[in-house]
């Protein structure tokens, strides 16, 4: 009688990796390739680490059983845009990252203080107005950042040039974006048992492989600009690569540690949304009471560690958890398990990684974009007592994709 639990919280776990995987390495490629193609595969593995982390760590300490924890939008919507403007400006990549990492840093110290600090309960009254506009802001900033890889323009091209020189776009880009977009949109129709971003995944690959047998040009790895690129995850390499990121910090200045105390502090508050958010609904679904305090110790804890590790930050994510639930994860064992099966990919698969195309990382990430907007809002423009909040969400979506949150 207890073989059954133990194999639901495993095939939650499961689940719920297949789920977090492919929007993990998806978000860690959006950061990191407006510094160039050659840190693309930086990204996947940043995102591969981060999902790790939290994963282990997160469900671990957090307050929230059957939580899965793992890199978001909102963190790569911020740190995407970072990395963009930074790299408009002429910064060295090296600086970019080690600035990334102080802001992934300094966020997760703050939802760890938030939780000491008993805020976790005061954050779920914010106003409804205020977080629809900030996911609806963190959902366009996401589409807008993924349109030129979508279209195949070279990397660091921005957007306005993208859409204006069709010259730069690659039809093989296009056609395995869409291919990835539409079986995404099509997959809950057709089955509930794979999630929609592996079988998406799964044709924007098999569409690649399409024009690779007729391109010979396709099939190689090294200096494509449509593939991640090959991952290096051999032990020295990885430490070699973080003592580089942390060589900048000693020529940093008081200026520069205040510049990244915006951008922490609203990664944090996004970050701390966004899994509370979850974890209401995982309540309401469960019958249960999560503990808002606890768990934003546990992932400001599991957010320090993934950004010390060279990882991506992330939060309670409400795909993949709802997977897990229904998959039969029962405890906080499920989410162990998760977080576990991530590590066997990064350990054995990331070859594997390096071959994905980027513009079906880009067509996952449009959806992801496209589901985080409240189309539910233009409801409030019916009622006339409702227009004062439509307008308030208006203002807060302007200010986020203006200014990048």
């Known amino acids: 009688m ?119 309960r005061l954050i779920r009254y914010m106003p409804y107005p205020v977080v629809s506009g900030y996911l609806t802001g963190v959902g366009l900033i996401i589409i807008l950042s993924q349109v ?74 090294a200096q494509n600009p449509l593939l991640v690129g090959e991952l290096d995850v051999t032990p020295g390499r990885f430490l070699a690569a973080l003592a580089e990121r942390w060589q900048g910090f000693g020529g940093l200045d008081v200026d520069d540690l205040v510049q990244i105390l915006v951008p922490g502090a609203t990664l ?4 701390s949304i966004d899994t509370l958010k979850t974890c ?40 993949a958890t709802l997977v897990n639930l229904t998959s039969g994860g029962q405890t906080r064992v499920s989410a162990l398990i998760e977080g576990a099966l991530v590590l066997v990919v990064l350990l054995a698969l990331s070859p594997m990684v390096g071959g994905l195309p980027i513009a079906a990382l880009a067509g996952i990430l449009v959806l992801v974009g496209a589901r985080m907007i409240d189309w539910r809002s233009f409801a409030f423009l019916r009622n006339r007592s409702t227009v004062l909040d439509f307008a308030v969400i208006a203002a807060v979506v302007v200010v986020a994709v203006g200014y990048s949150l």
């Open 2 to 120: 207890r073989i059954g639990p133990r194999i639901g919280e495993f095939w939650g776990g499961l689940g719920a990796m297949l789920v977090a995987v492919p929007s993990s390495i998806a978000f860690g490629v959006a950061v990191f390739a407006p510094l160039g193609d050659a840190y693309a595969a930086q990204g996947a593995l940043a995102g591969i680490l981060g999902a790790t982390v939290l994963g282990l760590i997160a469900p671990a300490l957090g307050g929230t059983p059957r939580l899965i924890s793992a890199p978001c939008a909102p963190a790569a919507a911020v740190l995407s845009a970072l990395a963009l403007e930074a790299a408009a400006r002429g910064v060295p990549a090296g600086s970019v990252l080690l600035q990334l990492t102080l802001v992934c840093l300094a966020a997760g110290a703050l939802q760890l203080a938030f939780g000491l600090a008993g805020i976790g």
């Open 148 to 221: 030129p890889k979508f279209l195949g323009a070279p990397s660091g091209v921005p957007l306005a040039d993208a859409l204006a020189a069709p010259s730069l776009w690659h039809g093989t880009a296009i056609a395995v974006g869409a291919a990835t977009l539409t079986v995404m949109l099509l997959a809950p129709r057709l089955t509930q048992l794979v999630p929609a971003a592996i079988l998406g995944l799964g044709a924007g690959i098999i569409a690649y492989l399409g024009f690779a047998l007729a391109d010979p040009a396709l099939r190689v790895l």
């Open 268 to 271: 944090a508050i996004l970050l």
């Open 280 to 319: 209401v609904v995982l309540d309401a679904l469960t019958r249960s009471r999560h503990d808002s305090n606890r768990e934003l110790f546990g992932q400001g804890v599991a957010n320090l560690a993934a950004a010390a590790a060279g990882g991506m930050p992330g939060a309670g994510t409400m795909g």
